[in-house]
Structures are given as C-alpha cells and as structure tokens.
C-alpha cells in the first residue's frame, strides 16, 4: 500500500505542476511568425518587382555595341587600351571594343573610326558614321551602342570625351532610327568643358584647344553648350560655325564659308541628285593608247563617290580627270583671307612606284587653276597622294610645278585632306585673285580611287 499511495501522490503532484515552455528567447512566438511572414513578402515583392524591371530594361533599354573599326590612314596611331596607361603603337586597322579607349595621332599621322550598326561582316554593313582624327589629335573612344530590339526608343548612341586637336565627323547613316553621337572637350567624369552633339546626317569640323571650341557644320544639325549649363544650348545649322569660349564662359554662333562645289558631298547625295553629281563635274577619259580609263558614280564601303580607275593591264599613262569650272571670269577671292580644300577619298590600287618619274602621275591629284591678281597667265595649285613604295630609288615626291611634296598615304583606307589656308602657301606675287576651275584626277598605268568628298571653302582665316 505504501508503494502504491507513494506513485499516486507523484502522478497527482505531475498532474498539478504547470506546464514549462521550452522557448526562453527574447521574443514572443506569435511575433517571430510576423516577422517570417513580413520578410516573406517583401522578398517576393523585391523578386517580382526586379523581375519586371529587368525584364522591362531587357527589352527596352538594354543595348549591344555596334562595329567600331579604326583605320590607320598614315603614319603611327597611338592607343590606350582600357585603364591600361601603356601606349600601343598602331600602324594597321583594328576593332575597337566599348572599353574606354584613348587615341592619339602626330603630326604626320591620321586614323579614323568607322561606326556600322551590325558587327557581324562589318565590311557589308552600312556605314553610320566615320570619324577622322587629324594630326597631333587627342581623343577617347567611351562606346558605341545601339537598341537591343527594333521596338525600343533609345537611339544609336556613340560617345567621345577628353578632344583635343581636330576632328572631321562624317554621320550618313541615319535612318528611321533616332541617333545621338556625343563629343566631350574635357574627360567624361568632369563637368567641365563643352558637349557637342550631332543627331542627323551630315558634315561637320570640330577643333578643340585648351580654351575654346569650335564647330564648323557643312551640312547637317548639331547643338553645343557648357557641360555645366545644358541651358545654354545653341543649335549650329548647316553652314554656320560655332566658337565657345571656355574661360570666358561665351558662344558665339555665325555664318560661315559654304562649299563653293556644287554637289562635291558625294557621300551625302542620294537618288536624283546623285545622278546631278555627273552633270555637275566634267569627267573625260584621256590615254596615248588602249586601253581607256573609266569614272563612275558608285557606293563603296558605305558611302558615295566617284570612282576614277584603268586596269587591264595598262602600260601607258593614262588620265580620267573631274572639273568643276566657274562661270565668266572666274570665282572671285579677293575678298576673303582663307582658301583652303577638304577632300576625303580611297586609292584602292597604283601600279606605278610613288607619282612616277616626274611625280605627275599620282592615284590622286588636285589642281586649282586661278588667276592672280596681274591677272595675265592663269596658275596652278597642285597635290598628289600615293601609298605605293619607290621600287627604283630615284622617284620623286614633288612634281615642277608643285610647291610641297605628295602625300603618302596607306592602301585601302578612306584619307581626308585638309589644305589649310593656300593664302599662306603660295608666294604672294601669285596668290589666287579668281578661280578659274576646281579639278581632281587620277593618273598613271593602273589605278582605282574613289572620292567622296570635294570641298572648296572661302572665308575669314579665323574661321579656317
């Protein structure tokens, strides 16, 4: 009995003592289950709301780079790759990628980018913009990107920062897709300097120095202003140049010189007034014997251009030769102080070493036939370019009646060639009073070379 009362009073006294929780943290259950279920929910809303933009920003926003190519024209390219401060030195083309890249010419070098929307067969794709660096030229390449999808609204977006020197701007591409190429005078992370930016086809001159910008616009649409206040946005129109003045915090905004060449753009003409372009110049064929040359208006490697070539095995001097002449007595320039020629153009292949023998007979020449002021005999300015090596050790780079030597170019790239002003080339007792004729031929055995540009401007030398 003793045992048995002994396990009752146990049982009774378990079935009296409260119940003990096993949890002694410092926070209720009930509060721990919100907290789960709050957690919870705010990681599905961040996962669906990223979800959605992410989605949203891949169609619509996201981007893929475009071909960036640079072309060696002459000379030695200097590049920075990426935060890589070593210089490269370059002497043949190369694909530039969207990394920030530094680019830098001398004064006897020159390179320009070429811009397609497709980088797959770049060769093929066409041409959006094309970018020269001139001599002793300073410039970084940020990017190059386009839309991913058709549907989006972004445009084709092409960026440089940190320019100094001089930069010739070619944009012919654009189409139904909006387009924004953006030019930075000082590096991209400042706010200091001037942003130049172009959103149409056409022609422009940029040249930067350490207080001022200027923007020449031949043909086409592009607005400037300080980096710091993009209220002061001014609009240039073609024909107008555009001279900001850091330090002194101005914009000025003027006419200027047109192109005195009917229809020398050649690669901004299209349908009909291309078609012009042949009435415009007179071309003639000229050989002592067969077989003859040719010209042709073509579209090459993205842009418009007269072709000037003779092949089948030529063994003869032979000329194809494009004028332009000025009515009456001639184009007067006796009221302007800058005469300067732009000229863009490609000699795909020269039999012939140099110029030839007597250095006439170049892939390329130009000739402006003027009268000076005596007005008695007419002149000439030539210039001759060539890219193919003297084989023979005694060929000459500068003809008789020339006052500088040819130009030596690389085969197969696009070359644009300023003139500067020939006011202050040529001697003074012969200075050009009227223009008579413009001309650019092609002579030789064998030769192909296309021009896609033939510029003749006239104006105060500032603006030159």
Same mark, same amino acid.
């Given at each position: ?36 279920? %709050? ?68 004064? %006897? &070098? ?107 616009? %031949? ?86 251009? %007269? ?30 102080? &800058? ?126």
């Amino acid at each position: 009995m003793d045992v048995m009362q002994q396990a009752e009073e146990v049982l009774e006294a378990a079935t009296n003592e409260e119940p003990r929780s096993s949890y002694s943290g410092p926070l209720p259950p009930d509060r721990i289950a919100w907290i789960v279920m %709050l957690a919870a929910f705010a990681l599905f809303c961040t996962v669906t709301l990223s979800t959605i933009f992410g989605v949203y920003h891949y169609l619509f926003r996201s981007t893929v780079a475009m071909s960036a190519t640079l072309q060696v024209a002459t000379g030695t390219i200097g590049i920075v790759p990426g935060a890589d401060p070593t210089v490269v030195a370059v002497r043949e083309n190369r694909e530039l990628t969207n990394s920030i890249t530094g680019i830098s010419t001398d004064s %006897l &070098s020159q390179a320009t980018i070429l811009i397609r929307e497709s980088p797959a067969e770049a060769e093929a794709a066409t041409l959006l913009a094309a970018v020269t660096l001139q001599g002793d030229t300073q410039v970084t390449f940020n990017n190059a990107n386009r839309p991913r999808f058709e549907w989006s609204q972004n445009p084709q977006h092409v960026l440089f920062s940190a320019l100094k020197g001089e930069l010739d701007v070619l944009v012919t591409g654009v189409g139904d897709r909006s387009f924004l190429m953006d030019i930075y005078s000082d590096d991209l992370n400042s706010d200091k300097g001037v942003n130049v930016q172009i959103r149409s086809n056409g022609r422009y001159r940029l040249s930067v120095t350490e207080d001022e910008v200027r923007v020449l616009n %031949l043909s086409g649409e592009a607005y400037a202003y300080f980096r710091d206040d993009d209220s002061r946005r001014e609009l240039v129109r073609g024909g107008q140049e555009l001279v900001a003045r850091i330090g002194a915090r101005s914009i000025s905004n003027r006419s200027t010189t047109d192109n005195f060449l009917k229809n020398g753009s050649f690669s901004l003409l299209e349908g009909s007034r291309a078609t012009s372009a042949l009435t415009d110049w007179q071309c003639s064929v000229v050989q002592r014997q067969a077989p003859p040359g040719n010209y042709s208006l073509v579209r090459f490697d993205g842009r418009i251009g %007269l072709r000037l070539s003779r092949f089948n095995n030529a063994q003869s001097n032979g000329a194809v030769r494009c004028t332009q002449s000025f009515a009456g007595e001639g184009l007067s320039v006796s009221e302007y102080d &800058s005469l300067r020629v732009l000229t863009t153009f490609r000699t795909n292949y020269q039999s012939l070493s140099v110029c030839g023998r007597a250095a006439s007979e170049c892939p390329l020449m130009l000739q402006i036939s003027y009268f000076d002021e005596n007005a008695r005999d007419i002149r000439h300015w030539y210039r001759g370019f060539y890219y193919a090596d003297d084989v023979s050790a005694d060929a000459r780079k500068r003809c008789d009646s020339c006052i500088q030597d040819h130009v030596d170019i690389n085969q197969g790239v696009w070359y644009t060639f300023d003139s500067d002003n020939l006011f202050n080339l040529i001697a003074d007792i012969n200075k050009p009073e009227r223009i008579k004729s413009v001309s650019f031929y092609a002579s030789g055995h064998q030769f192909d070379t296309i021009v896609s540009e033939m510029i003749l401007l006239l104006g105060e030398s500032s603006a030159g």
